[in-house]
């Protein structure tokens, strides 16, 4: 039974069937499989040795140059991520090529002080709240992007990222909770139009795992 099944059994019975270790990795199968549908190809490389870095490989917008992306994900349920953690994908950053930008992946989001962290900082960094498969249960959205909930960059990524457009898609437009992240999903532009979706993967967990 692979993982995914598993978050959908977790979130049907209220047991927990998987671990705290599978349910981040897949978390981080999932960010890997949303940022590839929008045109990156990245590989998951968590490991004892990875270095602080979840994922990484190349990634091309549309009529853009194509650059290098190193990712972090936090799989944290209730936990937003504060200035210490960014402080810490500073010194991962350091140790990358200059045509390098930083990805940080979170559940819950981030505080206003680590947002603050990562918009003052001399590394390309955005930050991307993505929802758990085990949220997205409930919805069951078709596509990976309806995970995405927040995107935002700092100035040092506007070379990578500068044409980029988030808007707020909404589920309900007559029920919606502005702050309940949960309510609304993030449509991305480039150059005025949607970005392209590839066709999802429909379970991106390694068959190892199972």
Not at 60 to 80: A, D, I, T
Not at 92 to 119: K, N, Y
Not at 147 to 171: C, D, M, Q, S, T
Request: hydrophobic share 40%; aromatic share 8%; glycine share 8%.
């Amino acid at each position: 039974m692979s993982i995914l099944w598993r978050l959908r059994a977790l979130g049907k019975s209220g047991h927990r069937l998987i671990s705290t270790v599978e349910a981040g990795t897949a978390y981080e199968n999932q960010a890997v499989a949303t940022l590839n549908q929008l045109g990156a190809s990245l590989e998951r490389v968590g490991g004892a040795s990875d270095h602080g870095i979840d994922f990484c490989g190349l990634w091309r917008l549309p009529s853009h140059r194509e650059f290098y992306v190193v990712g972090q994900c936090k799989h944290y349920e209730r936990k937003k991520i504060g200035p210490s953690i960014l402080r810490e994908w500073e010194g991962v950053m350091s140790r990358q090529e200059l045509d390098t930008l930083g990805i940080v992946v979170a559940t819950s989001g981030f505080t206003p002080s680590g947002i603050h962290a990562a918009l003052s900082s001399a590394y390309p960094v955005a930050l991307v709240t993505m929802a758990s498969p085990l949220k997205r249960i409930e919805h069951e959205p078709p596509y990976a992007e309806s995970a995405i909930r927040g995107f935002v960059w700092n100035r040092a990524a506007e070379p990578f990222l500068g044409r980029l457009v988030v808007a707020k898609k909404h589920y309900d437009v007559q029920m919606v909770d502005l702050d309940d992240p949960a309510a609304f999903t993030i449509q991305l532009f480039w150059d005025g139009k949607p970005l392209t979706m590839a066709p999802p993967c429909l379970d991106p967990t390694p068959s190892s795992l199972d």
